[in-house]
């Protein structure tokens, strides 16, 4: 099959060049540590964690998801973004074929970006009300009527002014940052007297600290194929890994739970583990100017979710009105927001970890099959991705659907990550894998 004969995501992709590429501390660190600055990564980390495995063990959990996080869902998509300069839709068609890459892993990966938007709008408009001293509980007419507008300016912005908010998001990860340590300095007094529930399962908070961690960053380990194709060189990957991942996982999470761990200390009637509650217990306004802070640093994510499910959506088809996809997508949005849905963080994470985790599993397998290389796009389907997918994404979200029975699948995340390169390497072997297509590079 010659490259006219490829889809137009494929035979119209050019590779990153050289000359367009940085060092890892002007872009791949940064961008990731903005994302775990993220209010929503850190606010419900101490939740179902805190109370069962204690603080030792629940910054050992974070650790532990900080290297499954850069040693298996990030490494390989960075060496193979920065080895072939392509971006994940194009990366994506040798794991799933040049067919099957419509869906997997760039339209999926698109259309997630709304459930980030959901909750970015739930969080946000909770924050909101929360500093205007309102009731902050989902389905209120006030709570839908925010998030409605937060929502229609996040789309706006994504598909008209993108630009200005890139501009300005280079600099906002350091107001959740100072408020992070503000937080962390007011209660870390206390953090050492924190006590965990007599008699609680402390193996099921730690593996739920590191469910939450690997879910939350699933899509974005994937995406780094996206940050690989910036990157100079091999150093240049796990430089801005190990900083923007690592580092930043074990920062952004560490502190807010030893400030709740002290918060709980100081006051043992205190029973919300949310991080917000920790904030809203700083009082006055101070609190309210840090709810607003964070909804106002919350905006930028809002928007890149929405650019990156319009592009998604734009590449894999040209034909298709972006604003009325966009929109459409909106409106799920809202409603997983104003129903208070999306506020389920760790049941969001665990979709998200249950939908890529196999996705990278089998890139791994891939990748370690083709001699450490980028093999080009599969013709066709490619039947060992779909399937090592359907396994481990089922498997991972049996917990969801009954905890009661399954609940011993944990971390899901990390185990459909596994059944995915397995079932793969397998399947592959078994001679379900197609033949590679000669992809001619475009200048």
Known sequence: MS???LPSYLSMAKPNPADKRAPWYKGTAPVYAGIFLWVVFYMKIADGTLSKAGLGLSLLGLAVGALICYFLFYLVPGLLGMKTGYPL????????????????PGLLMGLLQFGWLAVNSAVSTSF????????????????I?????????????????????????????IVPLVMILLVFFTNVGSAGNFKPTPGADASEGFLTIITIVVGFFATA???????????????????GGVVGIMIAIIVAGGLPLIAIAGAHAANPAMTSF???????????????????LFAIASFAPACFSTFIAANSIGTMFPKASKAVMVSIGGVIAIILAATGWALNLVNV??????????????MVADYFLSGRKWAGPRKGV?????ISWAIGFVVAILPMINAEKFGFISPAPVIAFFIGLVVYAVLAKAGLQPAAVEMTQNK
């Open 128 to 143: 909101i009300l929360q500093a205007l001293g309102y009731d902050a509980s989902p389905g209120t007419p006030k709570f």
């Open 89 to 104: 839709y194009v990366v994506g068609s040798s794991t799933y074929g040049t067919v099957g890459g419509f869906l997997m």
């Open 145 to 173: 009527v925010v998030s409605i507008i937060w929502t229609i300016l996040a789309v706006f912005v994504a598909l008209k002014g993108i630009q200005y908010v890139g501009k300005v998001s280079t600099f906002l990860p």
């Open 349 to 362: 994470f665990l979709i998200i970890g249950a939908s890529f985790g196999p996705i990278c599993g089998a």
């Open 274 to 292: 949310s991080f917000d509650s920790v904030i809203s217990a700083q009082g006055g306004a101070l609190a309210k100017s840090m709810f607003v």
């Open 382 to 386: 490619n039947l060992a991705g779909y």
């Open 221 to 239: 380990g994937a995406a780094g194929v996206d940050f690989g194709m910036g990157n100079r060189n091999a150093k240049d990957v796990q430089l």
């Open 3 to 5: 490259n006219g004969m």
